[in-house]
């Protein structure tokens, strides 16, 4: 039986009061989840009024909700006996830290606050999986943007967007080439709201490349000497071949 109150909720999430029991709603009408009863104790060994208000929750008939119920079981007691797993799992378990939004949570909405939400989502798999290849003598992550997409169930753009924004908040660095993202480093999730204004969905690489097209450099215009109407035949056919004329 699960049992917390909404409030409890908001604090770990990082979700307004509305949203959490719009969630709750929507799990509980998906199957997902079931509304249980409290359980009676003896007098003094609960409080009333915590119970009362809580939600009594458990986990529904729903197929995939019985799975990650299972795995979720299987990761933590793995987790808790310090026990490498023995077998792979079905469901990948990542930390989020959901705790940055705490202190900042009046200043997101709407959009925002869901572009954050995955921010933070596909920070917790990087940082996972940054981890576990430094703990295994392993290269740097490399993941393609459909991989991800399809991990993740986001767009690709979507997926474009989060990863410039944890780029430009200093959250994680990676080089771009040829399609596969090479991440070099993942730092801790430290979110500055402000920063966050636009979204691109168009990936960049710290690595520079080498311009296929050289600048034309300004020159400054200086009095050209007169020229013969051959030499100014010349030069503007010269100009025609450039394709500056």
Not at 54 to 75: C, Q, R, S, V
Not at 140 to 152: D, E, G, M, N, S
Request: proline share 2%; charged share 20%; with cysteine.
């Amino acid at each position: 039986m699960f049992k917390q109150t909404t409030q409890a909720i908001c604090n770990k999430v990082g979700y307004s009061p509305n949203a959490v029991r719009s969630a709750i709603s929507s799990l509980i009408a998906k199957g997902f989840l079931v509304k249980g009863e409290p359980q009676k104790r003896e007098e003094g060994s609960y409080h009333p009024y915590y119970d009362n208000i809580a939600h009594h929750l458990k986990i529904g008939d729903n197929a995939y909700a019985l799975l990650f119920a299972n795995e979720l079981e299987k990761t933590l007691t793995a987790a808790r006996n310090n026990k490498i797993k023995a077998q792979e799992r079905a469901i990948t378990f990542f930390k989020v830290q959901v705790g940055q939004l705490k202190r900042n949570s009046r200043m997101l909405s709407g959009n925002r606050s869901k572009h954050v939400h995955k921010a933070l989502i596909l920070h917790g798999y990087l940082s996972n999986q940054h981890k576990w290849n430094i703990e295994k003598g392993r290269q740097q992550v490399c993941r393609t943007v459909p991989f991800l997409a399809h991990f993740l169930n986001w767009s690709q753009n979507t997926v474009r967007r989060v990863l410039n924004t944890l780029k430009n908040l200093n959250i994680v660095t990676f080089d771009f080439t040829q399609g596969v993202l090479k991440f070099l480093s993942v730092h801790s999730f430290s979110i500055k709201v402000s920063s966050i204004n636009s979204l691109v969905t168009k990936l960049s690489t710290l690595v520079n490349k080498t311009e296929s097209h050289k600048k034309v450099a300004h020159q400054i215009h200086q009095p050209r000497a007169s020229k013969t109407p051959r030499e100014a035949a010349q030069h503007l056919q010269h100009l025609k071949s450039l394709g500056r004329v």
